[in-house]
């Protein structure tokens, strides 16, 4: 049997436990848990992006003193992206860095951000964070099909033609088999503009040009030395047709678990990175290109192209959408129509 002694020195003890779980605020208590976010994207280690996502992981790991951390997995390590999306849509704590074409498959309306010709310049697709009707997109993503976005203010260069024969004309393209991502809006974009669209992963670009299953991609400069393209293409076509806006996405159930202050930090940071990062890539396509012309790759200037000709056939894909309306409406909201 045990000495009183004991007895009330073990009372002691617990009335001590009590006494410091008692003082614990529950702001306190939240503050002791930690989150993780696994973030994946399909490029490169070399690409800016990764560097900007780096960049985001870091300022939040700071800023939250450890208590959120993302992790950064590059060239699809986490999967493919349709196959993440699912997985942020079932509530997981991934992420995934993806475009407004591939959001499309559940709001088609918010494909336009992807369309040819839509927003031009950085001051275009700051303007469309205050839309009305990109909101009201938004606000569906998260509401019917579970997927938050971070932030959409990362751009990733203009899109271009990049091919083994010359272009000058959307006629120049017909017959050619062109690489694009499995979205609709991508597809029809490319078929406007006079090629036929083939949708295919990132990572099986490189050996289908070396094998002639395809005649050509169209991606952001940045792409090209990424991915060593200039050894097997040999012209880069500047039509300029898609301005590359990504979005950061993550579970939207994932996000409203964390506490606001999380939220605040982590949707600041995207937007602070994002920013950074797309003024450095656009400052720099005029030098990969210098580059790429030293690798032997002959650049086609937009001043040599009939870009009348390209703006007008990129309208179509926006009509066999059925999504001419909803472009109108946001273009009259940010004042270009």
Known sequence: MPSLKAVVMSACAAFAVLAI????????????????LKFNHVLGPREPYHKGFQNWAKAVEERTKG????????????????DIIEQIRQGANVGQNTDAARLGNYVPEIAIINGPYFAENLAEVAKLRSSPSIKKHLDDLAAKHG???????????????????????????????????PAPIWQESIRA?????????????????QQKAIDGVELVYNNIPGARFYEVLKYAVETGHIMLVNFQVISAKWFDALPADYQKILTEECDKAGEAISKEILGSEAKVAEDLKKRGMTIITAKELDMAAFRK?????????????????????????
């Open 21 to 36: 779980n008692a003082s614990t605020t529950p702001a306190q208590a939240q503050a002791q848990k930690t989150y993780e």
């Open 147 to 181: 997927l938050k976005v971070v932030s959409f203010n990362w751009v990733q260069g203009y899109r271009h033609f990049f091919t083994n024969k010359p272009l000058k004309n959307p006629a120049d393209l017909a017959g050619m088999r062109i690489r694009t991502p």
């Open 67 to 82: 208590g959120l951390k993302i992790s950064v997995f590059h060239s699809a390590q986490l999967g493919v992206e349709e």
């Open 313 to 337: 056939a990129g309208d179509k894909a926006y009509e066999v959408l059925k999504i001419s309306a909803a472009k109108d409406a946001v273009l009259k909201e940010i004042g270009k129509k």
């Open 193 to 209: 503009l006079g090629a036929a669209p083939v949708a295919m992963a990132f990572g099986d670009m490189y050996p289908a040009l």
